[in-house]
Structures are given as C-alpha cells and as structure tokens.
C-alpha cells in the first residue's frame, strides 16, 4: 500500500512538472519595413507552446522609438490583425511588442514623412493647417493682384497658421 502512494506522489509531482515546463515560442509575422499614413499595418501574432500553434490573446503594443505615442492592443495569436497609421504617427521609427507568459518578440519599422497641408480661404483668413506627421517649413507664396510675398512657415504637427488678408478693395487672384 506504501509503494502505490509513493508512486502515485511520484506521478503527481512528474505531472505537476509536465505542465509547468510548457515552452512557449512567439513571433511577429507580416510586418514591412515602412509604411505611410493612411496604410495599414498588416500583421500575425505567431505562437507555439511546445512546437505546436495554440490561439491565445496575446499583448501586442505599438509605439514610436521616443515613447511618445503608446498603441496597446489584445490580439488573438495566428490571426492576421491590422492595425491603421493615422494621421497622429509621427515619421519616426516605431516598433512593435508582442508578449506572451513571459516570452516577448520585438520588431522595428519606419512611418514615412508626410508633410501635406490644407490652404483655405474664409472670408479675409488664410488658413494653412498642418496635416501631415512633420513640421512644415516650406515658403508659402502670396500673391494678391501684383503684390507678392514669400512667408517661411513652421507650423507644428497638428498645427495652423492664420493670416488676415489685407488689401485695397477690389477683386483678386489669390
């Protein structure tokens, strides 16, 4: 009656020990090297326990290499996941966290400039507003009838600038 307790306690501990040495492997397929604003991010959470594909919720972050912008988000593992660059990605480079029991995968890519802006016009306002992910530092050149000037601009991401058109009255080309 003595061996088959200990056997039994033998077998629970070696069973016990079975499923906490579980090895888990995890890596980020589908990743390009850049992207652009309006792109989106394609990707897979890959994870193995043991060699084989398992489905978990993985954590998976996104963040730009200056810690300013933080994207978290939970994903099911071997699922293809998308993830949209809006216009608030800086042109930095960014990287990509996946974690899971311990383990963790990371990999780097690029968010391309884009320095697009918007000119408006309401009522004697000139507006210019920064859309793209830079400062934009472009010369800006107005002409009103005959008269033209060159304006050095450093609008910040997110930004605008706002003029007051002055001129005599009249029609012009602007």
């Not at 604003?37 to 994870?47: C, K």
């Not at 998308?82 to 968010?111: P, Q």
């Given at each position: 009656m003595k061996k088959v307790g200990i056997i039994i306690a033998f077998a629970m501990i070696f069973l016990s020990l079975t499923f906490?040495?579980?090895?888990?492997?995890?890596?980020?397929?589908?990743?390009?090297q850049s992207y652009s604003i309006g792109e989106e991010i394609s990707?897979?959470?890959?994870?193995?326990?043991?060699?084989?594909?398992?489905?978990?919720?993985?954590?998976?972050?996104?963040?730009?290499?200056?810690?300013?912008?933080?994207i978290k988000k939970t994903v099911l593992s071997n699922v293809k996941?998308?993830?949209l660059v809006d216009e608030n990605f800086s042109s930095l480079?960014?990287?990509v966290k996946a974690t899971y029991e311990g383990k963790e995968v990371v990999l780097s890519f690029v968010i391309q400039e884009n320095s697009k802006v918007?000119?408006?016009?309401?009522?004697?306002?000139?507006?210019i507003k920064n859309k793209g992910n830079v400062v934009y530092s472009k010369d800006v050149k107005v002409r009103i009838g005959n008269e033209e000037n060159?304006?050095?601009?450093?609008?910040?991401?997110?930004?605008?600038?706002?003029?007051?058109?002055?001129a005599p009255e009249g029609t012009y080309n602007i």
């Amino acid at each position: 009656m003595k061996k088959v307790g200990i056997i039994i306690a033998f077998a629970m501990i070696f069973l016990s020990l079975t499923f906490v040495s579980a090895s888990y492997s995890i890596d980020i397929s589908g990743l390009k090297q850049s992207y652009s604003i309006g792109e989106e991010i394609s990707y897979t959470v890959l994870l193995l326990q043991d060699g084989k594909i398992i489905d978990k919720n993985v954590d998976a972050i996104f963040s730009d290499d200056f810690g300013r912008r933080e994207i978290k988000k939970t994903v099911l593992s071997n699922v293809k996941n998308t993830l949209l660059v809006d216009e608030n990605f800086s042109s930095l480079g960014w990287h990509v966290k996946a974690t899971y029991e311990g383990k963790e995968v990371v990999l780097s890519f690029v968010i391309q400039e884009n320095s697009k802006v918007e000119f408006s016009i309401d009522g004697n306002k000139f507006i210019i507003k920064n859309k793209g992910n830079v400062v934009y530092s472009k010369d800006v050149k107005v002409r009103i009838g005959n008269e033209e000037n060159v304006y050095t601009q450093n609008i910040p991401v997110g930004g605008e600038k706002v003029w007051i058109l002055v001129a005599p009255e009249g029609t012009y080309n602007i």
